[in-house]
């Protein structure tokens, strides 16, 4: 159990070294020597986990996706809000989420296919707004794949420009203003009325789910966060 928990974080050391990398100096400049250096291990060790720079980026990809969870909520439109907000506030400092980012929306590179990374955020979108749909949150009219593919389209335009103006700063209050325009014409007005858009909501349920992190280590609960 201790080798398998060793390997865990290994892989995980590994992960955020290369998302990093990826960050800072995107696809195609990237190498597997500095990501050894970043992360401290052997080659050995890296090659283990990950047969190529290629599945590096992949997994950094789709762990961005695994690493988004938020409390549940009594109104599910709220966890929808609240996992957008999640992700804008990590985007500031977690190097996963940075990683993924610039690599889910670099141009120029056509070695790596990032169509599964878009495909997998729309279904978590979608998995939220169909629940939300199932209590009568949203209006009948709406098709629910396409909204997920507008909010998975219009976040990652929202955090370019964000990285753009203010290296991610702003990211939080550039989507409570991209909520405050689309929510309307998606919730039920009496759910529209009660959902919580603060742009430091973000903040506030990342601490809160990391207060909860050494309680559960404690009494042997797995908990997974970033």
């Known amino acids: 159990m201790a080798q398998q928990d060793r390997a865990i974080r290994t892989r995980r050391v590994i992960l955020e070294a290369a998302a990093s ?40 990809l789709e762990e961005q996706v695994v690493d988004i969870a938020v409390e ?47 495909i997998s955020w729309t279904r978590f979108v979608e998995g939220l707004l169909n629940e939300a749909r199932e209590r009568g949150e949203i209006l009948e009219s709406i098709v629910v794949r396409d909204t997920a593919e507008l909010f998975v389209g219009a976040f990652a335009g929202l955090q370019m420009m964000s990285h753009a103006m203010t290296n991610q700063a702003d990211l939080s209050h550039r989507l409570t203003v991209f909520f405050e325009h ?36 404690e009494v042997g609960e797995s908990v997974a966060v970033s």
Not at 88 to 115: C, T
């Open 72 to 118: 549940p909520q009594k109104i599910k439109l709220q966890e929808f809000v609240d996992a957008g907000q999640v992700l804008a506030y990590r985007l500031r400092r977690d190097p996963i989420q940075r990683g993924a980012a610039r690599l889910a929306v670099e141009q120029g590179s056509n070695h790596l296919d990032r169509k599964q990374s878009m």
């Open 21 to 60: 990398v990826f960050d800072e100096q995107g696809y195609d400049r990237a190498t597997i020597a500095e990501v050894l250096e970043r992360a401290g291990v052997t080659k050995g060790a890296l090659y283990f986990h990950f047969a190529s720079k290629e599945q590096l980026a992949l997994a950094v």
């Open 182 to 217: 689309t929510l309307p014409s998606i919730a039920v007005p009496a759910v529209l009325a009660k959902l919580n858009l603060d742009p430091e909501r973000g903040e506030k349920l990342e601490a809160a789910l990391r207060q909860k992190v050494p309680a559960a280590a």
